[in-house]
T-cell receptor, first 115, second 109 residues
Framework: DGGITQSPKYLFRKEGQNVTLSCEQN?????MYWYRQDPGQGLRLIYY???????QKGDIAEGYSVSREKKESFPLTVTSAQKNPTAFYLC??????????????FGPGTRLTVL | GQSLEQPSEVTAVEGAIVQINCTYQ??????LSWYQQHDGGAPTFLSY??LDGLEETGRFSSFLSRSDSYGYLLLQELQMKDSASYFC??????????WGAGTKLIIKP
């Protein structure tokens, strides 16, 4: 079955540490996204990528970094520069296209807690 | 700025009909989408409206009025499993989806 996997499901980090969240998809989608969700709020875009080796900052990119070396993979690194990283992180993908960008498929998410 | 407004919470009775409204303000507009998210889970796509009018998918329908910058999601024959948060999301001119804060739907037996 095609889908998006994220690992780990829960992640605990000490202050000052960088952590990398994994996102893999086998849907053959060109576009991939990283969102952050805080309790009781909507999703905020961190980074997105429309093709391999290219990505753009979203609304809240500060303190985060990404890479897109393969079509299937879009890892997110939460750096020590992110002041309040405790949140639910969601990875998504979509088909490349004007209408298709509106239908995004999500992974199960990673819940990051900073101790 | 770009924003979407939707009620924070709606309560309805099992078997009834409920409407969740969404008003938007975006730079450019390329459609309004609706997603469902159960507690602790990931959002799942429900529907998309690019043009004015009603789109129906089973018990769920979505409506869009571009002249009013307004849309709604209509859920019929409510079931307990429909208890979830519902998000509207609009796509602006830069391919990004802008999300509302979500509406928590509480269903009572």
């Amino acid at each position: 079955d095609g889908g998006i996997t994220q690992s780990p499901k829960y992640l605990f980090r000490k202050e000052g540490q960088n952590v990398t969240l994994s996102c893999e998809q086998n849907l053959n989608h060109d576009a991939m996204y990283w969102y952050r969700q805080d309790p009781g709020q909507g999703l905020r875009l961190i980074y997105y990528s429309q093709i391999v080796n290219d990505f753009q900052k979203g609304d809240i990119a500060e303190g985060y970094s990404v890479s897109r070396e393969k079509k299937e993979s879009f890892p997110l690194t939460v750096t020590s520069a992110q002041k309040n990283p405790t949140a639910f992180y969601l990875c998504a993908s979509s088909i490349y296209g004007t209408i298709s960008y509106n239908e995004q498929f999500f992974g199960p998410g990673t819940r990051l807690t900073v101790l | 700025g770009q924003s979407l407004e939707q009620p924070s919470e709606v309560t309805a009775v099992e078997g009834a009909i409920v409407q969740i409204n969404c008003t938007y303000q975006t730079s450019g507009f390329y459609g309004l989408s609706w997603y469902q998210q159960h507690d602790g889970g990931a959002p799942t796509f429900l529907s998309y409206n690019a043009l004015d009018g009603l789109e129906e998918t089973g018990r769920f329908s979505s409506f869009l009025s571009r002249s009013d910058s307004y849309g709604y999601l209509l859920l019929q024959e409510l079931q307990m499993k429909d208890s979830a948060s519902y998000f509207c999301a609009a796509r602006g001119s830069n391919y990004q989806l802008i999300w509302g804060a979500g509406t928590k739907l509480i269903i009572k037996p």
